[in-house]
């Protein structure tokens, strides 16, 4: 069992950063590949960045490539994202997750994830 706890998230001006942060309890988080998720009003689930439990393989979801970055601290049982460049698309609430599946790797559908934190609202104002 892996339990999540989301933070960071708040209101920030567009072209503004933010840092989340997700504590996850147990032993088992390095073995867990770590994934970042969004959700807005009426949309579905967005994938944001994954990263392995190595922390050697890093993806993105395409809205985010180049100005996210997800990193992760297995010492401190801690997964980070950070957000730069924030746009008002950016508006969303923000999940973290964790796949105690993946030997290797990354996944992006939500479907591959076994835990999920209850997320953090974040709010870019134009």
Known sequence: QVQ???SGGGLVQAGGSLRLSCAASGR??????????RQAPGKE???VAGISRSGRTIDYGDSV?????????????TVYLQMNSLKPE??????????QRLYSGTVRGPGGYD????GT??????
Request: with cysteine.
């Open 28 to 37: 088992t988080f390095a073995n867990s590949a770590m994934g970042w998720f």
């Open 65 to 77: 490539k180049g100005r996210f970055t997800i990193s992760r601290d297995n010492a401190k049982n």
């Open 121 to 126: 609202q974040v709010t870019v104002s134009s």
């Open 4 to 6: 999540l706890v989301e």
């Open 115 to 118: 835990y999920w934190g209850q």
């Open 90 to 99: 950016d508006t969303a609430v923000y999940y973290c997750a964790a796949s």
């Open 45 to 47: 689930r967005e994938f």
